[in-house]
């Protein structure tokens, strides 16, 4: 048996940008992650610094109701001074897509709040579209669509 060096060195190189690229994918998959729950937190959190911090100037969302803001208008609602009680989220089953520069994310948001002294959670599936401005991963569009309890 002989080796052929050139041909070995070369698929070694291969095999070292695959892993480096699956690396980085995995690496970006978990930022993004990480900019939809913080997104999230800053929500509960009334936390107008984080949400501008991470979302765009051109920034839109769909409520659950189906209204469309603009990210002023939800900086708006977002204000300290309108600050009320607000459940606790959790972010899971996110499922993440990258085409160059654009990400679309989706996610499960599981809500957890105290009201007349009972626990209430109910869910929503987010859907939300990054964009990577300079080195930055930032939020150009949310859309919450509200998932219906399972029946008993």
Do not use: C
């Amino acid at each position: 048996m002989t080796l052929n060096f050139p041909a070995a060195l070369a698929g070694a190189a291969l095999g070292i940008m695959m892993l480096t690229g699956s690396a980085h994918a995995a690496t970006t998959d978990a930022e993004l992650v990480s900019l939809v729950e913080r997104h999230a937190q800053a929500q509960g959190a009334f936390d107008q610094a984080t949400l501008r911090a991470t979302t765009a100037e051109n920034y839109v969302e769909i409520s659950p109701v189906g209204e469309v803001d603009s990210r002023e208008k939800m900086l708006s609602f977002y204000a300290p001074e309108l600050k009320r009680p607000a459940p606790q989220v959790q972010v899971d089953e996110p499922a993440v897509r990258i085409m160059g520069d654009t990400a679309l994310v989706s996610a499960r948001l599981s809500y957890t709040m105290n009201q007349d002294g009972a626990t209430r959670k109910f869910a929503m599936r987010g859907g939300y579209v990054a964009r990577l401005v300079g080195q930055q991963w930032l939020l150009v569009s949310a859309q919450y669509t509200g998932i219906r309890p399972s029946k008993p």
